[in-house]
């Protein structure tokens, strides 16, 4: 796959899933969710007072057909609701819907009833560069804060499970840093190091080079310039970002000062889980569902 | 307030001619551009490094050397101190990054900072164009500090409004970024921007405004606005510059249209200075070609 349609035109080749919903209260939730399922990628399963869901669809001329709703007395036991419907199996994936992002990530990954463990979670987000007929992905842009080199090797693991879906065969990977170079006082370089050294022996079905500036990672000729050769130069798939500082900052970057057209996922879960960031159109969010889908079993 | 590179190219030819430094004068892209300076009448070039070559390069560009000071020098720690010392000695107006390792001009700015008694933090600051904002923003630090903390913050907040000032804005409006997302106010970077919010305005010595939000969305939406779609993006509320928490963010950020110049970053053009040492200081890229060094030049002549 190299451009979002493919990801959707791949995502209608797939079976329908439920979807369960906790608590959808904006034209912006709603208007994801009813794409998502008029391209027919899934059953919405909306957990909420019932009166509040039938009038949500209602007011903003939504057919109610082909919708689940499931009715509880108290909304704001819509999350365990919604946890619950997955225990059971009656839902394939879950969407933050409008909740509180911290209230959401930290009820799902609690231990008792989750149905995540954080440390196991990162997000990539894509972006579609229609010239270069690619997406490139940027990890983490959400989860993992400041990752020790345990987690860097999880988030990549989790980012190259998704080039696998999209069928990029060994992707390219930049360990980016602010420079080229080994240096002991930053402990980005020595990570993006070892990734690279542990690339070079087999261990990832990838091509991971490091320590890289993004003139070394963008271009062979700055490389060469600078006196490094790397083999992913110039034709990166995956630019894997040192911490959340960079991770998050450069994904909103990308959206707003590169008016990229974006898609988001959370990788390292067995359920799938769509999230609801702030920085992605909500044209993304149906891309996000689709990207969901792909990944069910 | 600077809504182009092409203003900074305009206003210099008014700023009458400054003297320059340049450190490791021999590339040919860096001659070329003080030759077409030198004849906008913006810039008089001392050129400093292998004088040998600096004289063949120029021969063979037909730029016209013989009334300009060549200093012979071959090590870069000499080169940097050399070019350094002569503005602060008011020999020359500004520094140009030319050949030369940044880490020399950085140790050799730093030494002539703590020479001349000025107890200031040294940073990076780049100046970036983006043909759909209404002005150009600036970033910082870019390059200097790895991880500073909230009180260096301050004094590389200090020197970017400085130089905002400096180029023509009342009070230039900062926005402080930060990785919180929303999930953890407890981050690091987030803590910093409280205590520099209150550190700047119970101290009052920074002419600057603090932007509302920690990141381009709360700086770019209406209030706790999620993007809907890119029409409502209000890019006239962007600030005039933005402290990022580390050097990897500021280095990749600033250098961000690497990632597609085709598809996504058409039109931006980037340019970088150094500040707090007293020296005029402009930064340019060693990969740059000699239009982009002339525009380095002749925002030099704005700052010095």
Known sequence: MRKFNDILENAKQCEKKNLVVPQPRSKRVFTAINEAKKAGFITPVLVDTEDISRENLSSLGIDHTGYEFVEIENP????AEAMQILHRNEADMIFQGDLNGKYFLDTIAENDGGIVQMNALSYVS????????????????????????????????????????????????????????????????????????????????????????????????K??????????????????????????????????????????????????????????????????????????? | MLKSFEEVEQKARHAGKKRVSVLQAEGQEFLMALKEAYSR????????????????????????????????????????????????????????????????????????ARDTGMKRQISAAGLLEFPFLPKIIGLTDTGINVAPGYEEKIEIIRNAVELFCHLGHEKPKVGILSGARGLN??????????KIREAILKDGSINCSIAEGSCLSDFLLEKDNSL????????????????????????????????????????????????????????????????????????????S
């Open chain 1, 223 to 297: 490389a060469q310039r600078k006196g490094i050769k790397s083999p992913v130069s110039g034709k990166v798939d995956i630019y894997l970002l040192p911490d959340i500082e960079s991770g998050y900052c450069i994904a909103e970057v990308m959206t707003y000062l590169g008016r990229a057209p974006s898609a988001g996922i959370l990788l390292g879960s067995d359920i799938p889980i769509i999230l609801n960031l702030k920085f992605e159109p909500t044209e993304s969010l149906v891309l996000n569902i689709a990207l969901a889908l792909l990944r069910t079993p």
């Open chain 1, 126 to 221: 894509l972006f579609e560069l229609p010239t270069e007929n690619k997406m490139i992905l940027l990890t983490d842009t959400f989860i993992q804060e400041f990752p020790d080199l345990k987690q860097k090797i999880r988030i990549l693991t989790n980012a190259l499970s998704l080039t696998d879906i999209l069928g990029i065969e060994k992707p390219n990977v930049a360990a980016l840093t602010m420079l080229e170079r080994v240096n002991i006082a930053v402990p980005s370089t020595t990570d993006a190091a070892v990734l690279a050294k542990m690339s070079e022996r087999g261990q990832f079905n990838a091509t991971v080079d490091g320590p890289l500036d993004i003139d070394c990672a963008s271009s062979p000729e």
């Open chain 2, 185 to 194: 106010e407890r981050l690091r970077s987030a803590e910093d921007a409280i």
């Open chain 2, 41 to 112: 009448g913006y810039a008089e070039p001392i050129l400093i490094g292998d004088e040998h070559a600096i004289r063949n390069i120029a021969d063979r560009i037909e730029f016209d050397i013989s009334s300009f000071q060549v200093i012979n020098e071959n090590d870069p720690k000499k080169i940097a101190e050399r070019g350094v010392d002569l503005v602060s000695a008011g020999d020359a107006h500004m520094v140009l990054r030319a050949r030369i390792d940044g880490s020399f001009m950085y140790r050799a700015a730093i030494k002539s």
């Open chain 2, 228 to 303: 809907e779609s890119m029409e409502e993006v209000d890019y006239d509320r962007i600030p005039d510059f933005f402290l990022v928490h580390n050097i990897e963010l500021g280095n990749i950020f600033v250098k961000i249209d690497n990632i597609s110049k085709i598809d996504l970053f058409t039109g931006f053009r980037r340019h970088g200075v150094l500040l707090g040492a007293g020296i005029p200081t402009v930064i340019a890229a060693r990969s740059d070609t000699h239009d982009t060094i002339i525009t380095d030049i002749a925002l030099g002549t704005l700052i």
């Open chain 1, 76 to 79: 704001s036991s819509a999350l």
